[in-house]
């Protein structure tokens, strides 16, 4: 059985950083498309990040580029997403995800939104004070 456990999350100031972790059971995150969603208080999910499962490509939504960097490590099977210069429109649930294939990677990188992912982790809540 798949399981995805983030962690990570908590409290942080404007302009700090921190790194969400999501480990990995029963896959192996090399083989998968892994990536972060994150939902805003009162607002729908939306897509973060995506790291693919070859050539190890990644997307980033528009706001978080240059801040945010997604990576994975396949020896502790776990996927990390470091965020800087964090803003109060940051705060959100952030939930890890991960897919087979190249789906995610080509249905971002084509602008469209994709939510259909095959396993999900519990999330795990950021928030950014002034």
């Known amino acids: 059985q798949v399981q995805l456990v983030e962690s990570g999350g908590g409290l942080v100031q404007a302009g700090g950083s921190t790194r969400l972790s999501c480990t990995v059971s029963?896959?192996?995150?090399?083989?998968?498309?892994m990536g972060w969603l994150r939902q805003p208080p009162g607002q729908e999910r939306e897509f973060v990040a995506v790291?693919?499962?070859?050539?190890?490509?990644?997307l980033y939504r528009d706001s978080v580029k240059g801040r945010f960097t997604i990576s994975r490590d396949g020896d502790k099977n776990t996927v990390y997403l470091q965020m800087n210069s964090l803003k109060e429109e940051d705060t959100a649930v952030y939930y890890c995800?991960?897919?087979?294939?190249?789906?995610?990677?080509?249905?971002?990188?084509?602008?469209?939104?994709?939510?259909?992912?095959?396993?999900w982790g519990k999330g795990t809540l950021v928030t950014v004070s002034s």
């Open positions: 995800a991960a897919d087979h294939g190249d789906l995610w990677l080509y249905r971002i990188g084509e602008g469209n939104d994709y939510y259909d992912m095959a396993y």
């Open positions: 790291i693919g499962p070859s050539r190890d490509r990644t």
């Open positions: 029963g896959h192996t995150v090399v083989r998968y498309s």
